[in-house]
C-alpha cells in the first residue's frame, strides 16, 4: 500500500477532524471550540502559514501535520516550526510521520528556511524514536507564562 502526501483540501474535513480530535487526545487537550478557525486558515495560509499536509492512503487520511514559518533573531533566515503531527494509531508504523517531515522540511526549504524544528513530550515515547533517527535533539527545556 502506497502512501501518498498532498496539501489539505477542503474536502478532508472529516477525515481531517478524525485525525486532528486524536491528536488532541493523545495529549489530553480540547481545541474543539476552534477546529472551524483552523481548518479554514490551513485551507487559505497566510505567507507564514499555517500550512498543513496530509498523508492519504485508500483514499482516507491517515497522517496531518501542521506547520508555520517565523523570523528569529539568531539569524536572516526564517525558521519553520512543525506545530502538529499526528498518524492514526492503526496505520502507524508505515513511514507516514518521517514521509511528513520530510515533506515539510523540503517545503520550508524551498521558502527560504534554514532550519525546521519540532517539540513533543517526554512519555512520546514512539514518536521519539522517530524523532532521534530524523532529527537532532537539543538540549532546550521548554518553558510557558
Given at each position: 500500500?502506497?502512501?501518498?502526501?498532498?496539501?489539505l483540501?477542503?474536502?478532508?474535513?472529516?477525515?481531517?477532524?478524525?485525525?486532528?480530535?486524536?491528536?488532541?487526545?493523545?495529549?489530553?487537550?480540547?481545541?474543539?471550540?476552534?477546529?472551524?478557525?483552523?481548518?479554514?486558515?490551513?485551507?487559505?495560509?497566510?505567507?507564514?502559514?499555517?500550512?498543513?499536509?496530509?498523508?492519504?492512503?485508500?483514499?482516507?487520511?491517515?497522517?496531518?501535520?501542521?506547520?508555520?514559518?517565523?523570523?528569529?533573531?539568531?539569524?536572516?533566515?526564517?525558521?519553520?516550526y512543525?506545530?502538529?503531527?499526528?498518524?492514526?494509531?492503526?496505520?502507524?508504523?508505515?513511514?507516514?510521520?518521517?514521509?511528513?517531515?520530510?515533506?515539510?522540511?523540503?517545503?520550508?526549504?524551498?521558502?527560504?528556511?534554514?532550519?525546521?524544528?519540532?517539540?513533543?513530550?517526554?512519555?512520546?515515547?514512539?514518536?521519539?524514536?522517530?524523532?532521534?533517527?530524523?532529527?537532532?535533539?537539543?538540549?532546550?527545556?521548554?518553558y510557558?507564562?
Open positions: 500500500m502506497s502512501i501518498k502526501i498532498r496539501p483540501i477542503e474536502e478532508d474535513f472529516d477525515d481531517w477532524l478524525r485525525l486532528w480530535r486524536g491528536y488532541q487526545a493523545f495529549y489530553g487537550a480540547d481545541l474543539e471550540s476552534d477546529e472551524k478557525r483552523l481548518f479554514a486558515a490551513l485551507l487559505n495560509p497566510q505567507e507564514d502559514g499555517p500550512f498543513a499536509l496530509v498523508v492519504e492512503q485508500d483514499d482516507r487520511l491517515i497522517a496531518l501535520t501542521h506547520y508555520l514559518l517565523h523570523k528569529t533573531s539568531w539569524g536572516a533566515a526564517p525558521r519553520c512543525l506545530n502538529d503531527l499526528f498518524t492514526d494509531p492503526d496505520a502507524r508504523g508505515n513511514g507516514a510521520g518521517e514521509a511528513l517531515i520530510h515533506a515539510v522540511a523540503k517545503d520550508a526549504k524551498e521558502r527560504g528556511v534554514d532550519q525546521t524544528y519540532w517539540l513533543t513530550q517526554d512519555f512520546n515515547t514512539t514518536a521519539r524514536k522517530l524523532y532521534d533517527r530524523v532529527g537532532e535533539l537539543t538540549p532546550f527545556i521548554k510557558k507564562y
